[in-house]
């Protein structure tokens, strides 16, 4: 029996290895976001006013967030260098992230950030230079796998045996 459910497990490079799958297959697979991923950048206005002799600087800052939510579908977008892959959530030019297999996570696809520390990475998004937490460097791809079991059986009734004699 098969389920009507997705059945989502974490896209892995030894999954990648053993399809072996090209750019053109990879585009037809439906990925799928681990956990919420948030991309933030602070956007300041500075407006400087001189009065009576004076300077006054008024700052305000704005913050820019994208969401992606657990479970949101992205497409293959491209695969810049080996086992890099670019996944865009978004129909917007140049908006994807890149996700590749890390070790520490059993080799799951995460994703990736231009550099790591403990509370943040930096990632580009559309061109531009996002912070996203550290708790989105475990956010993972993963797809629907759906596995038909087939069984075969060769059935044969036994018509019994009766004592001759």
Known sequence: MSSCGPNLKYFTEDLYDEYNWSDNELKRIQFYVSQDIVLYKGISDNDTKIRDGKIRVKSDQKVEEIVIRKGTPGVFIQSP???????????????????????????????LAKDWSRRSGKVSYGGQTYETDSSSAYAALMVDIKRAKKTKYKSKQADGQRVRG
């Open 81 to 111: 260098k080996e086992n890099r892959f670019a996944i865009s959530f978004d129909d917007g030019r140049g908006q994807f992230l890149m996700f590749g297999p890390n070790p520490k996570a059993n080799g799951r696809f995460v994703l």
